[in-house]
């Protein structure tokens, strides 16, 4: 092997390492505040092994809502072992006729793994082109992130599905919401959607939004 390849590689290597994180964790100080870099880390005295256990996702969300679908997080903020590495989770159920609607993740992209029941599921390019499919159970797909995606139930029975994120505060901003759960006037909300002002006034109603 040349001298001038054997350099080189040992430069990326010590670049690497010299990049790599001087600790092994950062278990986060939820006492403390959240910030665009995560939280401060738990004094390792009092880390224990409970901090990068969580249970919360065994047992199913209520679907009892608009959308009939729950979705149970576990990021920092819910399994603070998480703070640091970059990835999080959350479980996914929907009842049938259920739907997570058009949503956003800015922070993070997503990869979901159907466990039951089957899921049509799909995202928009940046240049509007869109990718659909349904999938069944042991069926994963990946969504990038900052793209707009979402998930519906495909069939009679409930689904379940577990998604990954590559961040632990992978962030959440809902289309719909973003439309007609706030106070934007609705004469703007026509003008920028093209939608009938009843029909933005009815929704407004439905989802608790004002102006």
């Known amino acids: 092997m ?3 390849t054997i350099l080189f590689l ?33 004094n390792p005295a ?7 256990v969580y249970s919360g996702l065994a047992k199913a969300g209520n679907t009892t809502n608009i959308i009939q679908a729950a979705v149970t997080p576990a990021f920092v903020s819910q399994f603070p072992g998480v703070n640091g590495l970059g990835l999080s989770l959350a479980r996914l159920d929907l009842a049938p006729g259920g739907v997570i609607p058009f949503h956003t993740h800015p922070g993070a992209s997503e990869v979901l793994i159907v466990l039951r029941g089957y899921i049509t599921a799909g995202f928009v390019s940046s240049a509007n082109t869109v990718y659909v499919k349904t999938l069944k159970k042991g069926d994963v797909m990946v969504f990038p992130q900052g793209l707009l995606h979402f998930q519906v139930n495909a069939a009679k029975i409930h689904a379940k599905a577990i998604v990954s994120f590559s961040s632990a ?7 719909d919401f973003a439309l007609f759960a ?7 909300v026509g003008k920028t959607t093209f939608l ?10 439905v989802l608790g939004g004002t102006g």
């Open 169 to 175: 505060s992978p962030g959440l901003q809902i289309l």
């Open 10 to 42: 040992f430069s990326l290597i010590f670049f690497s390492s010299s990049h790599a994180s001087v600790q092994d964790f950062c278990v986060a100080d939820l006492t403390g505040p959240d910030s665009p870099a995560g939280y401060f880390c738990k």
């Open 182 to 188: 706030n106070d934007l006037p609705t004469s703007l």
């Open 46 to 52: 009092k880390v224990t092994v409970s901090d990068f």
């Open 2 to 4: 040349p001298h001038y």
């Open 196 to 205: 009938d002002l009843g029909q933005i006034m009815k929704l407004k109603g």
